[in-house]
């Protein structure tokens, strides 16, 4: 999963990205790597967002191709389409390389409980849906190697919204009971948090609003004892633009290397 | 699944494998030390193993699955990648409280893996994917 990241960071810092970070993260590895996506999130997508039908002139024309949407609209479904994958593992077309699940939190319905705290079953929901993508993903990477497919591995990347999932009412400093089940499957977090210093009082998304990307987890930890490539780039911090036509951009945060340095 | 196991929990489920497989039994410094390493869900397992409560699931896809039959009788599906249980244990223990390293379901089916021991059944696809999401054979 980190390469992938890593490719999207360094694919959006020379150029302004999409509103929806997610779509263009697939359409950047589908187009750029090649490989095939399954995008699941609960609400249908009716349209790209204006600056990524911008960018397509400059993307692959098949790269949307390899992309499938898929849009269960419970934890039931989301599990079982997860879990039927497989099935169609062993056909003449090549599984998936990168599954996708935009706005986990929609699919976790039990929300905060009496006293404010998540409930139970949200961090086992979390765990299953999780524990099921790792699964299912290990499962396709077999699949893959023994087509020997250059797309090999298959990756896994999830979005979850702590503050409209209503935990910790989105103050990232303070633990989040599920976010603590995610790091038990997913090795690299990325945390988006709204930098207010530098920017106008805005709607998150919204044209002026400004944000602070960093990477955490093992798989960080990994990338850097093994000096690959994308190590560098999920280490250090980066600034998130949102530009008055709506576009995303990405920019390495200078004064957060020369801290660390 | 090993993976998602610290270094001392995988060398003692090596050294079990190697032992088990020279004298079709665990020793008692290796039972102590499984007890050190897994707490009082180790005994559990244990006694699952020697019910036979293991089944490992396949189907023609390729895909496979742990069912461990549990103390109550419940039917309990565990991935073979990495660790999840429905039980109520998984849940506060592992989960919630994160004091323990697994359930007793879990580390049976790593210890049917170990030993050799685990039941083996062939589903169908869809039998499995009903299996995986939940919809059939969960502990429920």
């Known amino acids: ?64 191709k390899k992309i499938k949407f898929m849009y269960p609209r419970s934890q039931e479904e989301l599990l079982q389409d997860v879990a039927s994958l497989h099935e169609y593992a062993c056909g003449p077309a090549a599984p998936p390389s990168l599954l996708i699940v935009d706005g986990l939190e929609r699919y976790l319905g039990a929300g905060a409980g009496p006293d404010g705290s998540p409930q139970k079953e949200d961090q086992l929901a979390a765990a299953h849906i999780s524990a099921l993508l790792a699964d299912t993903a290990a499962f396709l990477t077999r699949k893959l190697e023994e087509r020997s497919e ?18 910790a009412s989105g103050d ?70 949102i530009r008055p036509n709506g576009a995303m951009e990405f920019s390495m945060n200078s004064s957060e290397n020369q801290t660390k340095e | 699944m090993s993976s998602y196991l610290p270094a001392v929990a995988e060398q003692l489920l090596r ?47 390729g895909r496979s699955v742990f069912q461990v039959i549990g103390g109550s009788g419940r039917l309990y599906t565990c991935y073979t990648s990495c660790h999840y249980c429905p039980c109520p244990s998984f849940a506060f223990s592992v989960l919630r409280r994160n004091d323990s390293l697994l359930c007793k379901h879990i ?18 696809n869809q039998q499995m994917s009903d299996i995986l999401c939940g919809k059939a054979g969960r502990g429920t």
Request: charged fraction near 15%; charge should be negative; include cysteine.
């Open chain 2, 15 to 61: 050294d079990i494998k190697k032992v088990y497989q020279e004298t079709s039994r665990i020793p008692d410094d290796l039972l102590l030390a499984l007890k050190f390493v897994f707490g009082p869900s180790a005994l559990q397992a244990l006694d699952l193993v020697d019910q036979r409560s293991v089944t490992c699931l396949s189907s023609p896809s």
């Open chain 1, 150 to 167: 250059a797309c090999a591995p298959c990756r896994v990347i999830v979005s979850f919204d702590i503050a409209r999932q209503g935990h």
């Open chain 2, 107 to 124: 580390l049976a089916a790593y210890l049917c893996q170990t030993m050799g021991l685990s039941q083996q059944e062939v589903v169908t």
């Open chain 1, 1 to 64: 999963m980190a390469d992938i990241l890593a490719l999207v960071l360094r694919h959006n810092s020379a150029r302004p990205g999409d509103l929806n970070n997610f779509s263009f993260t697939s359409v950047t590895a589908a187009s750029e790597l090649g490989v095939k996506v399954l995008f699941l999130t609960p609400t249908p997508i009716q349209k790209l967002p204006g600056p990524l039908q911008d960018s397509l002139a400059n993307l692959n024309p098949d790269g949307l």
């Open chain 1, 172 to 241: 990232l400093t303070a633990p989040d009971p599920v976010l603590s089940v995610l790091d038990r499957y997913f090795p690299v977090r990325g945390t988006l948090d709204r930098d207010w210093s530098s920017a106008p009082p805005n709607t998150a998304g919204e044209p002026g609003a400004a944000w602070q990307l960093y990477f955490s987890g093992v798989g960080v930890t990994a990338s850097h004892a093994a000096g690959k490539e994308e190590g560098p780039f999920l280490g250090q911090q980066w600034c998130l633009a």
